[in-house]
């Protein structure tokens, strides 16, 4: 498995997004125009002045070679207006930002490789789930189940909760879990052995995925309305 950008990548396998399919990679004839890249694109939107951690960049996106999936790190990658930088560090290998929606807002996003513009949009939701339980502060342990609980979210057409605990050191490189649920649950208790110890950030959110035009099979722009608790997880 590609070691690039880890929380990306769990997000994804989470909503059911295929990242290891079939690119079109335009057949084996060399005259064949260059293939169109795989551009992943995420935006994590939190109610306006709570953002988890001082070093979390809510706006990412990775873009490859779909042929031969090497990272395109000259790409102009720009979500509302915001410019993403390439982090070249090796739990990361993606373009980053930090990207503010109000709820219901429009997310654009732009993607620029040797000449071409692929494009793909949204409306952010309009209401972010809130977490009631665990509580600020709580404390997991590693070796049980735990049981994350929480209010619903808006719009639920087309939408999907997404369950997440981060590493509160490093939250978009370092360890990560994530489960994608049905919009007809408001609980889920995340199976023991599951997580590891340390200072964590639970994240519950609403989510939803837009294909992106004439990119690579399986390119898409995910983004939804997140809100989140910070706890420990014992060994």
């Given at each position: 498995m590609r070691n690039k950008y880890i929380v990306l990548l769990g997000i994804l396998l989470a909503l059911s997004i295929s990242l290891f399919g079939?690119?079109?990679?335009?057949?084996?004839?060399?005259?064949?125009?260059?293939?169109?890249?795989?551009?992943?694109?995420?935006?994590?939107?939190?109610?306006?002045?709570?953002?988890?951690?001082?070093?979390?960049?809510?706006?990412?996106?990775?873009?490859?070679?779909?042929?031969?999936?090497?990272?395109?790190?000259?790409?102009?990658?720009?979500?509302?207006?915001?410019?993403?930088?390439?982090?070249?560090?090796?739990?990361?290998?993606?373009?980053?930002?930090?990207?503010?929606?109000?709820?219901?807002g429009s997310v654009t996003l732009s993607v620029t490789v040797e000449g071409n513009t692929y494009t793909a949009s949204g409306n952010q939701f309009t209401i972010y789930p809130s977490i009631s339980s665990p509580v600020s502060g709580a404390t997991f342990t590693a070796n049980s189940s735990n049981t994350v609980t929480w209010s619903a979210g808006a719009p639920l057409t087309s939408a999907v909760y997404l369950l997440?605990?981060?590493?509160?050191?490093?939250?978009?490189?370092?360890?990560?879990?994530?489960?994608?649920?049905?919009?007809?649950?408001?609980?889920?208790?995340?199976?023991?052995?599951?997580?590891?110890?340390?200072?964590?950030?639970?994240?519950v959110g609403i989510a939803t995925t837009v294909s992106i035009p004439n990119a690579a099979t399986d390119s898409a722009l995910v983004f939804g309305g997140f809100n989140y608790v910070p706890i420990t997880v014992n060994p």
């Open positions: 079939c690119r079109g990679d335009g057949g084996g004839d060399s005259s064949a125009p260059p293939s169109p890249p795989l551009i992943e694109a995420l935006l994590f939107s939190f109610p306006i002045g709570s953002i988890p951690l001082a070093n979390f960049e809510n706006a990412m996106a990775i873009v490859t070679d779909s042929s031969s999936g090497a990272n395109i790190t000259t790409a102009t990658v720009v979500m509302n207006g915001v410019t993403l930088t390439y982090n070249a560090s090796p739990t990361h290998q993606a373009y980053e930002g930090n990207v503010t929606v109000m709820p219901g997440g605990v981060l590493d509160a050191t490093d939250p978009m490189g370092g360890t990560a879990y994530f489960q994608g649920l049905g919009t007809n649950v408001n609980s889920f208790s995340i199976p023991a052995n599951s997580l590891t110890a340390g200072s964590r950030v639970v994240i």
